[in-house]
């Protein structure tokens, strides 16, 4: 198994619907997780840290589920520039803190 | 403004031929590191830093060298690049590994024939 895992997709959402994605990670000792947004052929950007709690910016929620061992990103009244590959990443327990990183999901949002 | 610049953004070159891609940040980050993108591979880690002078080996570094002896710099050497080393290569750095989310270079798409 790996220890970060997400679902490639391509999801194809049309414009406004929600849309949510998990990414399940392995190592229950993990202790920061982010999901970052990467277009085409560019660098990744952060989009959000992930809190215990669940946070929000904007059309964004971002949850972690500890006992299941899964973060999740929902994108709410999807927008064409929401169009982007979404990677996860989470650091391992080791000393070292490495980050895991899931190899993306694929969101298409369709006029 | 606050960036990490990766030179050159294209390069493409012959096998054997030493290459150097450059990587520096403005940021005072203690953490920096260097990744390879592959299809279906995602991201890679190649080398890493947690500070001046020291570096360590992340999952893919044959073949691969890298130097810290500036905070702000962190170049990726290939002393002979074969053409499995044709990637999409980005440096990051953070102001710590693991907690602080990372700040990556706008990528070096490297072509090795």
């Known amino acids: 198994r790996k220890e970060v895992e997400q679902d490639p997709g391509p999801f194809n959402v049309p414009e406004g619907a929600t849309v949510a994605f998990n990414c399940t990670y392995s190592n229950s000792a993990s202790q920061s997780f982010f999901w970052y947004r990467q277009d085409c052929r560019k660098e990744p950007k952060l989009l959000m840290s992930v809190y215990s709690s669940g946070n929000e910016d904007g059309r964004f929620t971002a949850q972690l589920n500890r006992a299941s061992q899964y973060i999740s990103l929902l994108i709410r009244d999807s927008k064409l520039s929401d169009s982007a590959t979404y990677l996860c990443a989470v650091t391992n327990a080791g000393n070292n803190r490495k980050l895991i990183w899931g190899l993306g999901t694929s969101l298409a949002v369709n006029p | ?113």
């Open chain 2, 1 to 113: 403004e606050a960036q990490v610049t990766q030179n050159p953004r294209y390069l493409i070159t012959v096998t054997g031929k030493k290459l150097t891609v450059t990587c520096s940040q403005n940021m005072n980050h203690e953490y920096m590191s260097w990744y390879r993108q592959d299809p279906g591979l995602g991201l890679r880690q190649i080398y890493y830093s947690m500070n001046v002078e020291v570096t360590d080996k992340g999952d893919v570094p044959e073949g691969y060298k890298v130097s810290r002896k500036e905070k702000r710099n962190f170049p990726l050497i290939l002393e002979s690049p074969s053409p499995n080393q044709t990637s999409l290569y980005f440096c990051a750095s953070s102001p710590l590994q693991g907690s602080s989310p990372l700040h990556f270079g706008n990528g070096t798409r490297l072509t090795v024939t």
